[in-house]
Nanobody
Framework: QVQLVESGGGLVQAGGSLRLSCAASARTFSSYGMGWFRQAPGKEREFVATINRSGGSTTYGDSVKGRFTISRDNAKNTVTLQMNSLKPEDTAVYYC?????????????????WGQGTQVTVSS
């Protein structure tokens, strides 16, 4: 069992930045692929970014590519999402997720464990 706790959400103006963090309870954190997803009201959950076990490979959704950066610190059991140049359409609940079996997957159904989510609101 892995517990994930997100933090860092909030209200920011368009063009601003936020840094989301996800703290994991797993003793074998480095064995999990990690991802960030988001869900806006009335919309399906959307892939944002994923990072492999070592942190050496990342993949981004088209809507955030070039603006968001995912990273991880296996010594501290954390994964972060640096979000720059935020847009109102980035407004959503952001979720951290752990993939028990593989890395780099975009499909939310592939992820075994989920955090409770953190709200990000970008005002225009």
């Amino acid at each position: 069992q892995v517990q994930l706790v997100e933090s860092g959400g909030g209200l920011v103006q368009a063009g601003g930045s936020l840094r989301l963090s996800c703290a994991a309870s797993a003793r074998t954190f480095s064995s999990y692929g990690m991802g960030w997803f988001r869900q806006a009201p009335g919309k399906e959950r959307e892939f944002v970014a994923t990072i492999n076990r070592s942190g050496g490979s990342t993949t981004y959704g088209d809507s955030v590519k070039g603006r968001f950066t995912i990273s991880r610190d296996n010594a501290k059991n954390t994964v972060t999402l640096q979000m720059n140049s935020l847009k109102p359409e980035d407004t959503a609940v952001y979720y951290c997720a752990a993939d028990r079996y593989y890395s780099g997957r975009r499909d939310s159904q592939a992820y075994t464990y989920w955090g409770q989510g953190t709200q990000v609101t970008v005002s225009s």
